[in-house]
Every structure is written in C-alpha cells, then in structure tokens.
C-alpha cells in the first residue's frame, strides 16, 4: 500500500575538499544528522560543478579536480529539517543550502 505525506526535502552543496576538524565536512554533517535523528541522508558526488567562485571542478581524465561537487539530500519532517539547520550554519564555512516541501510516496513491500 502506498501512503503520501508532505515533507520537506534538504539539499546541501559544498565540495569534496571542505573539511570540518580535519574530518571531509560531508561526513561530519552525515554523522551529525544521524545523531539528531533525520529520517536519512545521502551524498551525491558531482562530475562538474562550479559555485560562487566560478572555478570549474571537473572529474575529466585530462583534468581531475580534488574538490567535485557533493550534494547532501535529506528527506524528513519539516520541523525536524527547520531544527537542523542552525547546526548546519554553524558546520559551514561557505556552501549553499537549500529546501523545498516535497510529496513523499512510500512504497512498502507485500511482505
């Protein structure tokens, strides 16, 4: 049976070579997310990008770039995504960060 709430999705874009501690900032953001309890996270790691500093960052065999694109998605409850965001503002140094309410359809298995 499918069931469809509304949610609001989290989208966070920073790059590869963004550190939080010494730690890739991407994983400590995944780790903090964990312990306050989001439903779930997933990082997606760009093939090209460019941001705010117009430097194109590209995956190309004749060009390699040690700071690709990552995106952090995070689908969950819109307090609980209102909740985390002064924690990401204070783990962030530059990035973007973005959301939008979202139908979430849930499909669950016949077993």
Do not use: K, N, W
């Amino acid at each position: 049976m499918d069931q469809t709430t509304e949610s609001t999705l989290l989208r966070i874009h920073i790059g590869e070579a963004d550190r939080l501690d010494g730690v890739p900032l991407y994983r400590a953001i995944v780790e903090r997310m964990m312990a306050e309890g989001l439903a779930g996270v997933t990082v997606l790691r760009g093939i090209e990008g460019f941001g705010a500093s117009a430097r194109v960052h590209a995956a190309h065999v004749l060009q390699l770039s040690d700071d690709l694109p990552i995106i952090i998605e995070c689908v969950d409850t819109t307090d609980r995504i209102d909740a985390v965001i002064p924690v990401l503002d204070e783990m962030m140094d530059g990035g973007l960060i973005t959301t939008e309410r979202v139908a979430v359809r849930v499909r669950r298995g016949h077993r």
